[in-house]
């Protein structure tokens, strides 16, 4: 079972959706409770970085999040989610939660490369990981964000891609994953990756 935390910042519906069409089980909640019963977490995230770390802090989520993280439990961090899982951003003032050592910095605009950056674009592999096992050599993922991460670590980068400059498109250390992209929106890539979350 996949539980979706619900804090009022991420497209819930078509993540659960997209779970449901590939048959893992999922449920969403917003109960400090349910999380620290949960055997698999994926945090989504749409808005920005100081709201989405309000959010999670004034319902109780940081703590039951650190508990199961510290378990060994798998989380997904998906979009604004990854982006949280890191140290801070420029976005804002919030430090993160520290999962995988990294920030997030925002694009640089330019006539070439328009921020946000958003649409269909290809990844590559930088890192063995399960969530990306058996990804097809060419994969394409939907991306919306403004920000993109930069790990400390290169070993924690698992997915990159190009918009202007290289960045993390998908990050992993140890149990903690994130996707700066939507795979509830990547059709048959998203479906892949979800799968292979939701059978870890």
């Not at 006539?111 to 269909?120: D, L, S």
């Not at 993390?168 to 292979?196: C, T, W, Y």
């Amino acid at each position: 079972m996949v539980t979706i935390i619900d804090y009022g910042m991420g497209n819930l519906g078509s993540v659960l959706n997209m779970f449901k069409r590939i048959g893992i089980p999922a449920t969403v909640t917003g109960e400090p409770s349910a999380i620290l019963e949960a055997s698999k977490l994926l945090l989504p995230g749409v808005g920005s970085f100081d709201r989405a770390k309000t959010e999670l802090e004034s319902r109780g989520l940081v703590a039951p999040l650190r508990s199961r993280v510290k378990d060994g439990v798998p989380l997904l961090g998906i979009c604004l989610g990854m982006q949280l899982l890191t140290d801070g951003s420029e976005e804002g003032r919030q430090p993160g939660l520290g999962f995988i050592k990294g920030y997030a910095h925002r694009f640089p605009g330019s006539i070439q490369f328009k921020v946000p950056h958003m649409g269909w674009n290809a990844v590559y592999p930088s890192s063995p990981s399960a969530l990306t096992v058996g990804l097809p050599q060419e994969s394409r993922f939907y991306f919306v964000h403004s920000y993109y991460v930069t790990t400390a670590d290169p070993s924690h980068s698992i997915l990159k891609a190009q918009h202007g400059l290289e960045f993390d498109a998908a990050i992993q250390g140890g149990n903690v994953f994130g996707a700066q992209f939507h795979p509830e929106k990547s059709h048959k890539f998203g479906m892949h990756l979800l799968r292979n979350f939701g059978e870890l």
